[in-house]
């Protein structure tokens, strides 16, 4: 059976379950402003009474005076403990915000690298952005308004019957068709609000797609096909917004209406009664404001409902994200080795990003320590994925992947990574400066050290003519071409110093004399070292000392470079491919 989804309310509790006393004596505050709010008319009620004895004689003015100055003390002290729940719930929802936003922060850290295959970029941001500051905004404006409309409510049909049943069943029975109306629109409406925030996802992460692969799209003309999709896109979000904020702004006018029909009805009654003696001028005048009390926290709450399902909306989302499944937890586990001496095996190993299609069949290798191997293949064949693998971004379905004999499932994710060094074809520097980019999270890396890693692959002398060399920051004012960016996380890879190392089509972005330069250096630097190396370009791998060639996931040759060009097989083929002209 499927285990039941909790509810909202159950998954927001632990971010609040430090603020329960402070929500507490913020709903203590409010009831005292709302009871004061309550009261008010029927002091006011005194006053018209005492006022009206007094046209047919004497006006007790020390009376009024007094009454007077108790209610303006009742309303600064209500307006000073209203606001003060105010401060207190504005201050717990953004504390709430920010923890969220925390735990968005750890769970990206948390959930495997499958998760971001199957969604977007824009979609993730989105939940992190859009969604908290949507639920952020919508708090911020309904729940102090609601909590102190709820207790209005009560407060004010408490006082009415008090005061006179009559006209209080003629108030409640015109402002209840309202409240039936408005839980109708709010059932119907709560889809739309759900569909917005899944519309500006998409928005979202159409926008950030487009604008990654600007150049691409300039090139082969499409500026008119991206264009013509976002308005596809933005029709569907103005769509689902148009639809949420027409709900949304009924509110208000509806309630408006049927606080004015209600209040025609108390005056039309209460006249009536007045002139048959039933009651005085005063009741009148405080069933009048009794009324605009009772409509509008009704308003206010029907308003509020509105923003609690944008507020729904969103952290339906946030919270979709925060239940995703995570990676297996590893506080059990301990420092496996040491000392890492680069020895990794592959035996029979078997994996599919989806478990029912295995795309690496029964694959077995083994990388003597020091030993420089090359996987090489067609695309899709899982040069990549086996990399992967071996990095434990993804789990194996069965098999084995070891270092120096010990299965990497049995070390923590972050052993494994230190082990490492590892260049992508994709490069990544943030903004910083180049050393901060260089460095990256390692310590006591000295100048020295820096300088020597980027002679070794030939960005020295490009960085020293940078305004600030080596401290200069990188960001949109400093216009890098894409052989200098891999060229730098080549030379952060060499910083990182660690025993194994790989290099996914590391010189792909570089031009053939900067990529014999690289080679040389990597040639050098890679003694000592386990090193795999994914290429196309089979010339920087003839020295390898073992190539393994797969194709559809499996490996079909393995030898070096003279033995599998003596076999004339697939590897004979693609190498005598790339140079048959040369």
Same mark, same amino acid.
């Given at each position: 059976?499927?285990?039941?989804?909790?509810?909202?309310?159950?998954?927001?509790?632990?971010?609040?379950?430090?603020?329960?006393? @402070?929500?507490?004596?913020?709903?203590?505050?409010?009831?005292?402003?709302?009871?004061?709010?309550?009261?008010?008319?029927?002091?006011?009620?005194?006053?018209?009474?005492?006022?009206?004895?007094?046209?047919?004689?004497?006006?007790?003015?020390?009376?009024?005076?007094?009454?007077?100055?108790?209610?303006?003390?009742?309303?600064?002290?209500?307006?000073?403990?209203?606001?003060?729940?105010?401060?207190?719930?504005?201050?717990?929802?953004?504390?709430?915000?920010?923890?969220?936003?925390?735990?968005?922060?750890?769970?990206?850290?948390?959930?495997?690298?499958?998760?971001?295959?199957?969604?977007?970029?824009?979609?993730?941001?989105?939940?992190?952005?859009?969604?908290?500051?949507?639920?952020?905004?919508?708090?911020?404006?309904?729940?102090?308004?609601?909590?102190?409309?709820?207790?209005?409510?009560?407060?004010?049909?408490?006082?009415?019957?008090?005061?006179?049943?009559?006209?209080?069943?003629?108030?409640?029975?015109?402002? @209840?068709?309202?409240?039936?109306?408005?839980?109708?629109?709010?059932?119907?409406?709560?889809?739309?609000?759900?569909?917005?925030?899944?519309?500006?996802?998409?928005?979202?992460?159409?926008?950030?797609?487009?604008?990654?692969?600007?150049?691409?799209?300039?090139?082969?003309?499409?500026?008119?096909?991206?264009?013509?999709?976002?308005?596809?896109?933005?029709?569907?979000?103005?769509?689902?917004?148009?639809?949420?904020?027409?709900?949304?702004?009924?509110?208000?006018?509806?309630?408006? @209406?049927?606080?004015?029909?209600?209040?025609?009805?108390?005056?039309?009654?209460?006249?009536?009664?007045?002139?048959?003696?039933?009651?005085?001028?005063?009741?009148?005048?405080?069933?009048?404001?009794?009324?605009?009390?009772?409509?509008?926290?009704?308003?206010?709450?029907?308003?509020?409902?509105?923003?609690?399902?944008?507020?729904?909306?969103?952290?339906?989302?946030?919270?979709?994200? =925060?239940?995703?499944?995570?990676?297996?937890?590893?506080?059990?586990?301990?420092?496996?080795?040491?000392?890492?001496?680069?020895?990794?095996?592959?035996?029979?190993?078997?994996?599919?990003?989806?478990?029912?299609?295995?795309?690496?069949?029964?694959?077995?290798?083994?990388?003597?320590?020091?030993?420089?191997?090359?996987?090489?293949?067609?695309?899709?064949?899982?040069?990549?994925?086996?990399?992967?693998?071996?990095?434990?971004?993804?789990?194996?379905?069965?098999?084995?992947?070891?270092?120096?004999?010990?299965?990497?499932?049995?070390?923590?994710?972050?052993?494994?990574?230190?082990?490492?060094?590892?260049?992508?074809?994709?490069?990544?520097?943030?903004?910083?400066?180049?050393?901060?980019?260089?460095?990256?999270?390692?310590?006591?890396?000295?100048?020295?050290?820096?300088?020597?890693?980027?002679?070794?692959?030939?960005?020295?002398?490009?960085?020293?003519?940078?305004?600030?060399?080596?401290?200069?920051?990188?960001?949109?004012?400093?216009?890098?071409?894409?052989?200098?960016?891999?060229?730098?996380?080549?030379?952060?890879?060499?910083?990182?110093?660690?025993?194994?190392?790989?290099?996914?089509?590391?010189?792909?972005?570089?031009?053939?004399?900067?990529?014999?330069?690289?080679?040389?250096?990597?040639?050098?630097?890679?003694?000592?070292?386990?090193?795999?190396?994914?290429?196309?370009?089979?010339?920087?791998?003839?020295?390898?000392?073992?190539?393994?060639?797969?194709?559809?996931?499996?490996?079909?040759?393995?030898?070096?470079?003279?033995? =599998?060009?003596?076999?004339?097989?697939?590897?004979?083929?693609?190498?005598?491919?790339?140079?048959?002209?040369?």
């Amino acid at each position: 059976m499927k285990n039941k989804k909790p509810s909202l309310i159950k998954q927001m509790s632990p971010y609040l379950k430090d603020y329960r006393a @402070f929500i507490g004596l913020a709903v203590i505050f409010s009831i005292i402003s709302s009871t004061i709010t309550v009261i008010g008319p029927d002091r006011l009620k005194e006053i018209t009474d005492t006022i009206t004895k007094g046209l047919t004689g004497k006006i007790d003015l020390d009376k009024i005076g007094d009454i007077a100055f108790t209610l303006a003390l009742m309303y600064i002290g209500g307006a000073l403990v209203s606001y003060l729940a105010s401060f207190i719930i504005s201050t717990i929802i953004q504390r709430f915000s920010q923890r969220l936003r925390n735990a968005i922060a750890d769970k990206i850290n948390k959930v495997p690298l499958k998760y971001f295959d199957s969604h977007s970029q824009g979609d993730t941001l989105s939940r992190v952005t859009n969604d908290v500051d949507l639920m952020t905004q919508s708090f911020n404006q309904s729940l102090v308004t609601m909590l102190s409309a709820v207790v209005l409510l009560f407060g004010s049909i408490f006082m009415m019957i008090k005061t006179n049943g009559v006209l209080a069943a003629t108030a409640i029975g015109a402002v @209840f068709v309202g409240f039936m109306l408005t839980i109708f629109i709010m059932t119907k409406s709560q889809p739309l609000f759900k569909r917005q925030q899944d519309n500006l996802a998409d928005v979202s992460g159409y926008v950030e797609e487009i604008y990654t692969g600007h150049n691409v799209v300039t090139s082969y003309n499409a500026r008119q096909q991206s264009k013509e999709q976002f308005e596809v896109l933005n029709k569907q979000l103005f769509s689902s917004m148009w639809k949420s904020q027409f709900f949304s702004g009924i509110m208000m006018p509806m309630m408006q @209406f049927i606080g004015n029909f209600g209040y025609v009805m108390v005056c039309i009654v209460g006249a009536r009664m007045a002139v048959n003696g039933d009651i005085t001028i005063g009741t009148i005048v405080a069933f009048m404001t009794y009324v605009r009390i009772f409509t509008q926290p009704i308003s206010q709450i029907a308003q509020g409902i509105t923003q609690l399902q944008a507020a729904n909306a969103a952290m339906i989302r946030v919270f979709e994200f =925060l239940s995703e499944e995570e990676m297996e937890t590893e506080n059990d586990k301990t420092q496996q080795l040491q000392t890492v001496k680069g020895d990794v095996a592959f035996d029979n190993v078997f994996f599919g990003y989806d478990p029912n299609k295995t795309i690496i069949h029964n694959f077995s290798a083994h990388a003597k320590a020091g030993q420089k191997i090359a996987i090489v293949g067609p695309t899709g064949a899982g040069k990549t994925t086996i990399v992967n693998l071996l990095m434990r971004f993804y789990e194996i379905n069965k098999g084995r992947i070891s270092i120096d004999g010990v299965n990497i499932h049995d070390m923590k994710r972050q052993e494994v990574h230190n082990a490492f060094s590892m260049v992508l074809q994709d490069t990544w520097l943030f903004e910083g400066t180049v050393k901060e980019n260089l460095i990256y999270n390692q310590e006591y890396i000295t100048d020295e050290q820096v300088i020597a890693a980027t002679k070794a692959v030939g960005v020295h002398h490009y960085i020293k003519t940078l305004p600030q060399g080596y401290d200069t920051v990188l960001d949109d004012s400093v216009s890098l071409s894409v052989g200098q960016k891999q060229l730098m996380t080549i030379a952060r890879a060499l910083l990182k110093d660690s025993p194994l190392l790989i290099l996914d089509e590391a010189t792909s972005s570089v031009d053939t004399r900067t990529e014999e330069l690289i080679q040389k250096a990597m040639d050098k630097l890679m003694e000592g070292r386990t090193s795999f190396v994914i290429a196309h370009r089979l010339s920087t791998i003839r020295n390898a000392d073992l190539i393994l060639v797969m194709r559809d996931g499996n490996i079909i040759e393995q030898g070096n470079h003279d033995q =599998l060009m003596s076999q004339d097989g697939f590897y004979a083929d693609l190498y005598n491919s790339q140079f048959a002209t040369a």
